[in-house]
Each structure stands twice: as C-alpha cells, then as structure tokens.
C-alpha cells in the first residue's frame, strides 16, 4: 500500500485566502485524524471521523476550520479565511479500527501563511 | 480522562551511548501502549507497541516493557547512533475512545558523532 498521502506538501498563502488541505487514508482504514504540529502548542487533535462521520471536532480551533470525508478515500481540511497564526505542519493518520488502534500517518502539509 | 506524560527533553547524548526516555499514562481501562517516532521532515511512523501488561515492544534496538503497576513505558536502547536523532512520541489507544490515541509532548533526541 501507498500508505497515507497528503497534498500539497508545501502551502504559501496569504493571510485571508482560503486553504484547503487533502488526505487519502489507507484502503479499508475506518478511521481518519487531522493533527496540527507546531513548536509551541505541540502535536494536536483537530477532528477525527469513522467510517466518513465525524465523530470528535473539538480540537478544531475556530469556525474558519472545518473538514470533510465525503467518502472512504478521500478528506479535505479547510482554513477560510487563514491567518498567520494558521501556520504549521498539519497531518493526517488513519486506523484500521481493530485493536490496538495503531495510527499511521501523512508525510504532512506544511502551511505558510504570510 | 487518559493522559501520557513524558520525559522532558532535549536529550543529547554520544554515539553508541545508553537511552532511556520515560513515559507514564493514567487511562481508565487496559490501554495498549505505543512509541512513536518523527524524523525531521517526515510524518509520526510506529517504532514499537505493547498491548497488555508484561509485554516487550522491540523494533531496531529499542524496547520498552509494559509496567502496570508502575503506569509506565519507558523507552530503552542500549546503543544509539546519529540516524537515531528525532522526536519520540508516547502514546496510548483504548477501546473506550473508540482508536482515539493519547499523545505525549514529544521528547528530542540529538546523538552526536
């Protein structure tokens, strides 16, 4: 398998333009997690959803982040409008939902917001 | 609620020398426990898990051994070497969060020549 792949792997935007980040899990993983990486606030949980509902969103910061899983194979993660503050490294990880729940993840977007 | 509390680093040691990053969880249930590893650039990728008390997780050298009665984790490796240089994750998944994982903050390690 190709494992999780993410696009794009570099994003410069300025602040007030919309982004959209995108992610296909592995084939026959139920569960889909979207991670915000930076230096100061560490690794966080933004959303997660199984079998494409979502389950847990609060860890998303704010209302101009919202995401979807409109089918098994595919999730967008959107910032309208973004902010500098927005900048990070912004993963995501699927699961098999079988015990023990190992993740794995992305090679990650990283966001640039000027 | 289920918590993951690491090892503050960074941690810089030398070549070939002793490593030991320690975790501790507080989960309600039988967690199954995991490290992870980040190398510069690259996504989180599973070193190594362990998922009932007693048990060696072991992967390229490192381990760790699952200790209920102490709530701990511990990541051990006997020889590090420069390609070991990256951020180690504790973690931990039960079934009552439904494969939702807990993370630690991450502990750097640096190995120098």
């Known amino acids: 398998d190709a494992g999780v792949i993410q696009s794009p792997r570099h994003e410069v935007t300025e602040m007030g333009q919309e982004v959209t980040l995108r992610c296909k899990p592995i084939?026959?993983?139920?569960?889909l997690f979207w991670y915000r990486q930076t230096m100061m606030r560490g690794l966080e949980l933004l959303i997660y959803?199984?079998?494409?509902?979502?389950?847990?969103d609060s860890g998303m910061p704010e209302d101009r982040f919202s995401a979807k899983m409109p089918n098994a194979s595919f999730s967008t993660l959107k910032i309208q409008p973004s902010e500098p503050r927005d900048s990070a490294v912004y993963f995501c990880?699927?699961?098999?939902?079988?015990?023990?729940?190992?993740?794995?993840f992305g090679p990650g977007t990283r966001l640039t917001v000027t | 609620g289920n918590s993951v509390t690491q090892m503050e680093g960074p941690v810089t040691l030398s070549e070939e020398a002793f490593l030991t990053i320690n975790c501790t969880y507080t989960?309600?249930?039988?967690?199954?426990l995991f490290w992870y590893v980040q190398y510069p650039g690259e996504g989180l990728q599973l070193l190594l898990k362990?998922?009932?008390?007693?048990d060696k997780g072991s992967n390229k050298g490192f381990e760790a051994t699952y200790r209920k009665e102490t709530t701990s984790f511990h990541l051990e490796k006997g020889s590090v070497q420069v390609s070991d240089s990256a951020v180690y994750f504790c973690?931990?998944?039960?079934?009552?969060?439904?494969?939702?994982?807990?993370f630690g903050d991450g502990t750097t390690l640096t190995v120098k020549p």
């Open positions: 990880a699927s699961s098999d939902g079988q015990g023990p729940y190992e993740q794995y």
């Open positions: 084939s026959g993983h139920d569960y």
């Open positions: 959803f199984n079998n494409n509902v979502p389950i847990d």
């Open positions: 989960a309600t249930g039988y967690p199954s």
């Open positions: 362990a998922t009932k008390a007693d």
């Open positions: 973690a931990l998944s039960d079934n009552t969060n439904a494969g939702k994982s807990t």
